[in-house]
């Protein structure tokens, strides 16, 4: 029988044992003493993180693919629009989702500071410009025709400004910015204010709620999709 054979059976290929002779060849000798290490730095926890998956350096804000844990996801970085705008960014929320006898305003759910946050964002620069620039126009805008910021204008004087900036493809050449603007705040708007539980409770929507019973969908629905 050769020596491989031989080998193997003891469970060790020699092939394998070379291996392990020349790998162990150019370690380097460890001294005779070997200094203490130091005392490990006290960290706080990571939740539902595994520790040897954890990033060395965050390069992102929490809740990113930088730190998976969303459980403590929250934005990190500076806010930048100031009172001034926000006050601005309130009363146009309001026009795009107003409270009634159903739920309660966009700006009365935190909507502005949503978009604060999202204009804000690392990376979000070219947004930034687009709702800075397009409270501006607004205030612009008000001034002009009434003599007043956008705010402070009367529920027709808004609607009138909005009127012409709420649907991009028949908006005037000169007010096409404007209406670009008025498309992003209307999406971040609806999105803010509907993934919050007021937002919830005017869809309609039940998750989160245990269910004793669950019938699936009725008749009309199941012969749509071709059930029936």
Same mark, same amino acid.
């Given at each position: 029988?050769?020596?491989?054979?031989?080998?193997?059976?003891?469970?060790?290929?020699?092939?394998?044992?070379?291996?392990?002779?020349?790998?162990?060849?150019?370690?380097?000798?460890?001294?005779?003493?070997? #200094?203490?290490?130091?005392?490990?730095?006290?960290?706080? !926890?990571?939740?539902?993180?595994? #520790?040897?998956?954890?990033?060395?350096?965050?390069?992102?804000?929490?809740?990113? !693919?930088?730190?998976?844990?969303?459980?403590?996801?929250?934005?990190?970085?500076?806010?930048?629009?100031?009172?001034?705008?926000?006050?601005?960014?309130?009363?146009?929320?309001?026009?795009?989702?107003?409270?009634?006898?159903?739920?309660?305003?966009?700006?009365?759910?935190?909507?502005?500071?949503?978009?604060?946050?999202?204009a804000s964002r690392p990376g979000g620069e070219a947004s930034l410009v687009r709702v800075r620039g397009g409270l501006a126009?607004?205030?612009?805008?008000?001034?002009?025709?009434?003599?007043?910021?956008?705010?402070?204008?009367?529920?027709?004087?808004?609607?009138?400004?909005?009127?012409?900036?709420?649907?991009?493809?028949?908006?005037?050449?000169?007010?096409?910015?404007?209406?670009?603007?008025?498309?992003?705040?209307?999406?971040?708007?609806?999105?803010?204010?509907?993934?919050?539980?007021?937002?919830?409770?005017?869809?309609?929507?039940?998750?989160?709620?245990?269910?004793?019973?669950? #019938?699936?969908?009725?008749?009309?629905?199941?012969?749509?999709?071709?059930?029936?």
């Amino acid at each position: 029988m050769s020596d491989d054979s031989t080998n193997l059976a003891s469970g060790v290929g020699r092939r394998d044992a070379l291996k392990v002779m020349a790998a162990a060849a150019v370690v380097p000798m460890l001294p005779d003493t070997v #200094e203490a290490a130091p005392a490990p730095v006290s960290r706080e !926890p990571l939740p539902l993180l595994d #520790e040897q998956q954890r990033p060395v350096k965050r390069i992102g804000p929490r809740g990113t !693919p930088s730190d998976p844990v969303l459980q403590v996801a929250r934005a990190d970085w500076p806010m930048k629009l100031s009172l001034r705008e926000l006050t601005t960014l309130g009363a146009l929320c309001d026009m795009i989702i107003p409270a009634d006898a159903k739920s309660p305003s966009a700006s009365a759910v935190g909507a502005p500071g949503y978009i604060n946050e999202w204009a804000s964002r690392p990376g979000g620069e070219a947004s930034l410009v687009r709702v800075r620039g397009g409270l501006a126009w607004l205030d612009r805008e008000a001034q002009a025709r009434f003599g007043t910021r956008f705010h402070l204008a009367t529920h027709a004087q808004r609607t009138q400004i909005c009127d012409e900036i709420c649907y991009l493809p028949k908006a005037k050449p000169e007010h096409q910015f404007a209406a670009q603007f008025f498309d992003t705040i209307r999406d971040q708007t609806a999105t803010a204010f509907y993934t919050t539980p007021a937002g919830w409770k005017d869809l309609g929507y039940i998750g989160n709620v245990a269910l004793p019973t669950f #019938e699936g969908p009725n008749a009309a629905v199941r012969k749509q999709i071709g059930l029936e």
